[in-house]
């Protein structure tokens, strides 16, 4: 069974976000920001030794995967983010693919949603739109993405390499894509792609094409497969905060069946994106430890092989 890690590119700076949000932004802008919003809530949540790194540096790419080989990480699910030719953040994985380092297995999942002032790729106060275009602009795309693909890294089922998308039902003509681009990967000389569907908070369509799905978690659950038990609600100084009990969206995560179509389960350390969101409006889990986090992970992993038959398990931070 196979541990793979979301891995998030947004700690080094672009131009592009220099220009909506200050110059010098990163991540870690947020990260140094973020303030408590009730008594005893883990804000800032500041980096290990206070370790603001930045991912265009290779020693601390390296650095990365030798913690996640050590600690039972198979290999990273890189976001890519991709506007119709446009590219967002992609100087980090595109020094893994120049220099070959590190050498630790890795996949891509297409993060297709418009980039707003709001941090929730809906449609309001649009920073970067996101179009499909049309066949010329998914073979511009696919050729892009075939230096990943034919790469010894690339993660593999089935003889074809793993390609996931976060958001299918935002794509107007997804399932032509998919064959399409499918045609193409066998031009090139593999035998195909292996798509794959992210199931989260989005309505979850019904697309042909894909070979299976991902539960991403806890968005997933909290969306679709729970009750109202799972909230929380915290009075502060006149304020209404709402967050989810992470023990109870753990139990739901652990008393589920899986369905017929083949699907990867999820995990989830924890989550708090007070930071980017700096107001009422943050998702909020509360109760996480270590601890819990070791006994529900042992628990996912066992179901992932037992009753999923899954090789492989996704891990949201």
């Given at each position: 069974?196979?541990?793979?890690?979301?891995?998030?590119?947004?700690?080094?700076?672009?131009?592009?976000?220099?220009?909506?949000?200050?110059?010098?932004?990163?991540?870690?802008?947020?990260?140094?920001?973020?303030?408590?919003?009730?008594?005893?809530?883990?804000?800032?949540?500041?980096?290990?030794?206070?370790?603001?790194?930045?991912?265009?540096?290779?020693?601390?790419?390296?650095?990365?995967?030798?913690?996640?080989?050590?600690?039972?990480?198979?290999?990273?699910?890189?976001?890519?983010?991709?506007?119709?030719?446009?590219?967002l953040l992609e100087t980090p994985f595109n020094e893994v693919l120049k220099t070959g380092e590190p050498d630790f297995p890795f996949c891509l999942s297409w993060a297709?949603?418009?980039?707003?002032?709001?941090?929730?790729?809906?449609?309001?106060?649009?920073?970067?739109?996101?179009?499909?275009?049309?066949?010329?602009?998914?073979?511009?795309?696919?050729?892009?993405?075939?230096?990943?693909?034919?790469?010894?890294?690339?993660?593999?089922i089935d003889d074809k390499p793993l390609f996931i998308i976060y958001r299918p039902g935002h794509i107007p003509d997804c399932e032509q894509m998919l064959n399409y681009?499918?045609?193409?990967?066998?031009?090139?000389?593999?035998?195909?792609?292996?798509?794959?569907?992210?199931?989260?908070?989005?309505?979850?369509?019904?697309?042909?094409?894909?070979?299976?799905?991902?539960?991403?978690?806890?968005?997933?659950?909290?969306?679709?497969?729970?009750?109202?038990?799972?909230?929380?609600?915290?009075?502060?100084?006149?304020?209404?905060?709402?967050?989810?009990?992470y023990d109870k969206v753990w139990m739901y995560i652990l008393k589920r069946s899986p369905s017929e179509k083949k699907t990867f389960p999820g995990a989830f350390v924890?989550?708090?994106?007070?930071?980017?969101?700096?107001?009422?409006?943050?998702?909020?889990?509360?109760?996480?430890?270590?601890?819990?986090?070791?006994?529900?992970?042992?628990?996912?992993?066992?179901?992932?092989?037992?009753?999923?038959?899954?090789?492989?398990?996704?891990?949201?931070?």
């Open positions: 069974m196979k541990i793979i890690a979301f891995y998030l590119p947004q700690f080094h700076q672009i131009k592009e976000n220099d220009r909506w949000w200050g110059k010098g932004f990163t991540e870690w802008t947020n990260t140094k920001s973020a303030r408590p919003l009730f008594s005893k809530h883990y804000q800032p949540r500041e980096p290990y030794q206070d370790f603001y790194y930045d991912l265009t540096d290779p020693s601390v790419r390296k650095w990365q995967a030798e913690i996640a080989k050590a600690h039972g990480i198979y290999g990273f699910c890189y976001y890519h983010y991709w506007f119709k030719g446009k590219r297709n949603e418009p980039w707003t002032k709001t941090w929730d790729g809906l449609d309001s106060h649009i920073l970067m739109p996101q179009n499909y275009g049309e066949l010329s602009d998914w073979k511009e795309h696919f050729d892009y993405l075939l230096q990943a693909f034919q790469d010894e890294r690339y993660i593999r681009w499918n045609i193409l990967a066998q031009e090139n000389g593999l035998k195909g792609i292996y798509f794959v569907e992210t199931l989260n908070s989005f309505p979850l369509p019904n697309i042909h094409g894909f070979d299976a799905s991902i539960q991403f978690e806890p968005f997933y659950t909290i969306a679709h497969d729970s009750s109202s038990d799972i909230n929380k609600t915290i009075y502060e100084s006149g304020k209404q905060i709402n967050a989810w009990d924890d989550w708090d994106n007070t930071a980017r969101r700096k107001d009422l409006n943050s998702s909020i889990f509360l109760g996480s430890t270590p601890e819990k986090f070791t006994i529900y992970l042992s628990k996912q992993i066992y179901r992932t092989y037992s009753l999923y038959n899954s090789e492989f398990l996704f891990m949201n931070a």
